[in-house]
């Protein structure tokens, strides 16, 4: 059974920062980009950030770009999200996923380019 699976949410303070990570078990997701998306209560999944799948390039929303970092360990098949200076508007539960064509050149902005998701783990920053 393909899976991905979160972990690494909870609940923080303004200014803290927390490590999502993402696991695939199944199969191998080392040949295909990957991406974290959000949602929070009421609102749209929303895009985060993307990292290419041979690692060469990375993409962020306008919202996140210079405080989270989106990395991947192959060894592990693990996708890693750090998120600093985290603000009350982050709280959203955080959804990794995979698209579902194999080494595509540009990370996907898109929720519908995306295959595999996991079942998200939730983020709570009060101020």
């Known amino acids: 059974q393909v899976q991905l699976v979160e972990s690494g949410g909870g609940s923080v303070q303004a200014g803290d920062s927390l490590t999502l990570s993402c696991a695939a078990s199944?199969?191998?997701?080392?040949?295909?980009?990957m991406a974290w998306f959000r949602q929070a209560p009421g609102n749209e999944r929303e895009f985060v950030a993307a990292?290419?799948?041979?690692?060469?390039?990375?993409t962020y929303a306008d919202s996140v770009k210079g405080r989270f970092t989106i990395s991947k360990s192959i060894p592990k098949d693990t996708t890693y999200l750090q998120m600093n200076s985290l603000k009350p508007e982050d709280t959203a539960v955080y959804y990794c996923a995979t698209e579902s064509t194999r080494q595509r050149n540009n990370p996907s902005r898109a929720v519908g380019a995306y295959a595999y998701w996991g079942q998200g783990t939730e983020v709570t920053v009060s101020s």
């Open positions: 990292l290419k799948w041979n690692g060469a390039a990375t």
């Open positions: 199944g199969r191998t997701f080392t040949s295909y980009n």
